[in-house]
């Protein structure tokens, strides 16, 4: 039932976003009135989704108003971190030990996990635009502080509007008010010199042709789920028969189609929602070497790198590529020691307290570091001609995809006795 709800949610937001571009424009209407339906949209969605569940997105949103408009510059980000992230563990606990291992048929977990990203962007942001001073910063951390807090409207806006609330992405508070403001394209586009290529006035972009790009995508995926990831379940791979019967590359192999079966369901609802946004004019991020207009600034996957990475660090940084960013964000960039160990602790943690989550965030830890060694150690001996250059990424990629194989089995199983069956 829920994934029903869950498609005809983000199909209804697909909708509602074409609607919204075309009629509520920036042009057409005042930023309020645009703030004001994607808030309503919003929040109409969260409680058609997910019912009285749905409260707990609006507590968690009002809780850290509070936090926002109430807490000093220089501990906002602490504050809004520790509440965000404490109400979203309690809710994840819950869902463990009061519904056993269930996937409720209701799962609130998901927005209230994006809507924990929005909060400590925000908050990181603000205490950077405020709290900090400008030579203390990053040229990334410069680009995005917020120098002024949010008014209620924008911040419900930022954090319950329709095109995200349902499957993210999280995006920055910048990029999205000039979303609201009609500035996200023009901003954009001014990055290049548009006289040296002809053209006598800046160019109107239209996302249709990506939208069009990304449903076929979503379509493909969707296919495949119900084909491969019914047929090929990640159950399989410990049942006692298979273990003691199939020999050991023939387990490995079987090993990597089942891993592959699970991803046409994370392919499907990221690519969707990426087209949801983009369909209300949003995710514009410029134009490439080619002179082609480019939608990719909210995607959450690049799928082509991920099928053929040649590292540990090239696939991560392809997959949840939103929520990759923010941790570094939040995490990586400010973590006073071990940022890579914290970062997957982190990671760890905001996904859920299930066991198989915490054994392949710290398994995730020592390959990356592995990962870094090899290739720092090793790399440059295989880039004197081209055969070996060859050679050596076909035996990386194979090496990489068995690793992330190896590392994600427990976050499909989730529990601890599959998981030590597995491994051993």
Known sequence: LFQINFVACQLFALLAAFWFRVYLGPSHV????RHAFATLFGIYFAVFCFGWYSIHLFVLVMMNYGIMTLASIPNIHRYSFVVAMGYLTLCHVS???IFHYGILTTDFSGPLMI?????TTLACQLHDGIGRQAEELTAEQNRLAVKTRPSLLEYLSYLLNFMSIIAGPCSNYKDYIAFIE?????????EVNWKQKGYDRLPDPSPTGAVMYKLCITLVSLVLFLTLTKNFPMAYIIDDEFLHKTPFLS???YLYVVTQAAKPKYYFAWTLADAVNNAAGYGFSGVDERGTFRWDLLSNLNIWNIETATSFKMYIENWNIQTAAWLKRVCYDRAPWYPTALTFVLSALWHGIYPGYYFTFLTGILITLAARAIRH???HYFLSSVPLKIAYDA???AVTQLAVCYTVAPF???AVEPTLKFYK
């Open 395 to 397: 035996v990386t990629w």
């Open 412 to 414: 499909v199983m989730l």
């Open 30 to 33: 005042s930023s309020a009135v």
């Open 377 to 379: 150690n090793c790399r």
């Open 115 to 119: 809507i924990t990203q929005k909060i």
């Open 251 to 253: 387990r490995l192999g």
């Open 182 to 190: 009609g500035r996200h394209v023009h901003m954009k586009l001014l």
């Open 95 to 97: 869902r463990i030990y």
